[in-house]
């Protein structure tokens, strides 16, 4: 019994002499916090992949007509018909600029605002959107890919 009591006295005092030599490395070259930047979503956006129901079905259509326009004053365009979220120009903005996860849409011939979850990516360089929606019948989902036009 003395022996156990004698071991786990040790083993305490060996835990305890490591964990205070312990020294916290701190890069002096680092600043002491960090920002985020706010994502910019502004310009023209082009279609270039729709899954439905998760089927490709870019080759099916012409889908590269149909472009969205956001404005850096928050007002968006719409080009190229495709059933979509909003049929009629409006305003645009997100739930939070630094971490956006949702669009709102507000046509100007309406007050009801339209929202979407919004995935952002980049690939090779290029900012890409993905916007799930259900245009007209609800058990029909789209997948939505947009890519920011090279300016």
């Known amino acids: 019994m003395k022996l156990n009591i004698q071991l786990i006295a040790g083993i305490l005092i060996v835990l305890a002499i490591g964990m205070g030599s312990c020294n916290t490395f701190k ?3 680092a600043p002491d916090s960090y920002s985020e ?8 956006w082009i279609l270039n992949a729709v899954s439905r129901n998760g089927i490709d079905i870019t080759e ?13 004053d928050n007002t968006y365009k719409l080009e ?9 120009d409006g305003t645009w903005r997100v739930d939070d600029p ?6 709102i849409f507000k046509e100007t011939t309406t007050d009801e605002e ?5 995935k952002l990516i980049t690939v090779n360089g290029h900012r890409r959107i993905t916007l799930e929606i259900s245009p ?5 989902k789209y997948i939505y890919t947009f890519e920011k036009a090279t300016e």
């Open 114 to 118: 339209v929202t979407t979850g919004i």
């Open 27 to 29: 890069d002096e070259t």
């Open 60 to 72: 099916r259509m012409d889908f590269n007509r149909f472009r969205i326009f956001l404005n850096k």
């Open 136 to 140: 007209g019948c609800y058990s029909n």
């Open 80 to 88: 190229g018909y495709l059933p979509f979220l909003v049929k009629n």
């Open 37 to 44: 930047i706010p994502k910019n979503m502004d310009g023209e």
């Open 98 to 103: 630094l971490y956006p996860f949702h669009l």
